[in-house]
């Protein structure tokens, strides 16, 4: 008995010390000093676009570009997290695998085929006959094409449709389809790019299998580089009962701040064709950071939720194969409310971040009517460590040229965020944010236009290894990934060659999702 006993108590001893390192080893990779606290990031390995967002039963799923075999681009596959308010997140096994040696999975979408229309739902749950659908580009060597795949158990298994290739125009860059249900004439719709002509091509079905051409549009002015990833919804004009269409168009590159971003066209869809109510030269951009790409709006929301929610890719290609964090790579921005406001220039898409951000904050602190002096001495007895924190502020620069906050700040380490009153503009500026070296693109002052600058809302989101603001409710977004040293958590407030004041100021320490 003493025989055996010994080499399995061993064993068990083996077997816990083992299971706890893995634990501990899991925990602390989540607790990287670059490791998002707030924002969605694979577990290991390399991750872009968003793909296939929708709320089913309970559970807003994400689906993601996924290498599952290394930290770099390549063998792409659908990854797969599910939630159940869009704030934290649980990692489910690999959705959707390349088919090594034929093609990859590329981006796509998924939509709740409530009705069965493709015949492929099973009708497992005694409440309804429906199931998830999945299309996504299969890219091959010189093809692109659609397919189709399909999940009778809550998205946790996938299956190919055997009809597949579903759309096929014998293309090589066809491909991102985005689906959805236009009610007016109870159909589906897709919109998927031909990339390098910049051409979007809108398609319909009764189905989700049997697909017809319908139009196409594009490429509105752009001479140069890919259009990916596009969307085609319908959103109301804040404060009024009007109603308009935006078309989605990822562009890489020839975004504002360099390489790729998210362009958008304001305009009406007739469940046929999209017409731009702007000049074609009138560009316009969803972010003006760095890095905001390949969004991905969630279908079938919640009855009455009422909302469009889309989710970007916190990334740019000009360097996401080699950002500089080592076991895994990229990570996807705050799923953020989408909305539409009429300026004197015109309409505009607005974004705010969804509100059950709120959740992760904790105790709130706050300043009125105070000059910066005063705010930074407050902020510094207050301690707050600004790793992982929300900073709301409205701003009066006053007379000064620039004001605005210095965050993950820590020695000559620093990030701005900020108000340029003689440009009108906000702007992020990541000079001096911490490593630079992994990319001649990793520096840089990022900024878009607002339409006044004496008294501006400031909405920031300091996570990790990012920063996301939103100006006066959305008018202006800006993103960008910073790398800065574990340790440099300072929050000051400056005002440049003037006295701005700080109508108000709170600052919640966010709570890590993944706990
Ligand atoms: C956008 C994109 C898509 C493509 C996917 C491949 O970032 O290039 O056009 O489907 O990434 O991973």
Known sequence: MSKS??????????????????????????????????????????????????????EYHLFYQHNPQGNVWGHMSWG???????????????????????????????????????????GRDKEDRSCLIAI???????????????????????????????????????????????????????VA????????????????????????????????????????????????????WVLIVNRNPGAPAGGTGTKYFVGWFDGLQFKNEKPASQELWADYGKDFY???????????????????????????NVEPTVQWRGAQSIPRTLGLRRFPDGIRLIQQPVREMKTLRGKEFHLENVSVAEANRRIKEAGIPGDTVEIQAELMPENSDEMGFRVRKGGAQETLVGISRRQKSVFIDRNKAGELSYSKEAGGRHSGQVQQAS????????????????????????????????HSVGIEVYSLNGNGKIKSLSIWKLDSMWK
């Open 136 to 190: 996504y580009t299969a890219a091959g060597k010189d093809l692109q094409t659609q397919h189709l795949a399909y999940s009778n158990d809550r998205g946790r298994t996938w299956t190919n449709y055997l009809g597949n290739p579903i759309v096929d125009l014998k293309e090589p860059d066809f491909r991102d389809p985005k689906i959805f249900w236009y009610a007016p004439e109870k159909k589906w719709v897709m």
């Open 80 to 122: 797969h997290a599910v939630s159940t308010d869009m704030v934290h997140w649980r990692h489910l096994p690999l959705a959707i695998a390349e088919e090594e040696g034929k093609f990859m999975i590329y981006s796509g979408s998924a939509v709740v085929d409530w009705r069965n229309s493709s015949g492929l739902c099973e």
């Open 5 to 58: 006993w010994k080499p399995s108590l061993l064993v068990l001893l083996a077997a816990v010390l083992l299971s706890t390192t893995r634990l501990s080893l899991a925990q602390s990779s989540y607790d990287e000093p670059w490791r998002p606290q707030f924002h969605f990031t694979p577990a290991k390995n390399f991750m872009n676009d968003p793909n296939g967002l929708v709320y089913y039963k309970g």
């Open 455 to 486: 008294r501006v809302k400031l909405q920031i989101f300091v996570d990790r290894s990012s920063v996301e603001i939103f100006a006066n409710d959305g008018e202006v977004t800006l993103t960008d990934r910073i790398y800065p040293l574990e």
């Open 193 to 244: 790019v031909l990339a390098d002509e910049r051409k979007l091509m809108i398609f319909d079905s009764p189905n989700l299998k049997d697909w017809k051409l319908l139009s196409s549009f594009g490429p509105a002015g752009d001479s140069a580089g890919q259009w990916e990833c596009p969307d085609l919804f319908e959103l109301p004009v804040e404060g009024t009962k009007e109603k308009k």
């Open 294 to 320: 390949a969004t991905n709006t969630f279908a079938d929301l919640r009855a009455g939720d009422g909302r469009k929610i889309w989710m970007g890719w916190i990334s740019n290609w000009q360097y996401a």
